[in-house]
């Protein structure tokens, strides 16, 4: 098990860009798959970007692809997501989660075990 917290959220006009971090505590952290998902009000979870625990394979949601970034420190126990390109429709809470498996599919919130509290990203028009 992972305690995740992510930082980084705020308040940025279309157009701009932010980079979420995701903290994680544990010395077995490269061997987690990392995820991002996000939720918006009265909106079920849901998927963001994810990363292998070496790093070497990346996932994105269509929504995000060629404007969202996600990549990983081992070393400092940390995940990103670079967001550039905002749009009002990418306004939710984002949330980091982790897991070691993955074995209901990366895109699939219920796929893993650890969960930060959320960072809140609002994008106004």
């Known amino acids: 098990q992972v305690q995740l917290v992510e930082s980084g959220g705020g308040l940025v006009q279309a157009g701009g860009s932010l980079r979420l971090s995701c903290a994680a505590s544990?010395?077995?952290?490269?061997?987690?798959?990392m995820g991002w998902f996000r939720q918006a009000p009265g909106k079920e979870r849901e998927f963001v970007a994810a990363?292998?625990?070496?790093?070497?394979?990346?996932y994105y949601a269509d929504s995000v692809k060629g404007r969202f970034t996600i990549s990983r420190h081992n070393t400092k126990n940390t995940v990103y997501l670079q967001m550039n390109s905002l749009k009002p429709e990418d306004t939710a809470v984002y949330y980091c989660?982790?897991?070691?498996?993955?074995?209901?599919?990366?895109?699939?919130?219920?796929?893993?075990?650890?969960w930060g509290q959320g960072t809140q990203v609002t994008v106004s028009s």
């Open positions: 990363i292998s625990w070496s790093g070497g394979n990346t």
């Open positions: 544990g010395r077995t952290f490269s061997t987690y798959t």
């Open positions: 989660a982790a897991d070691l498996r993955v074995t209901g599919g990366i895109q699939h919130a219920v796929s893993y075990d650890d």
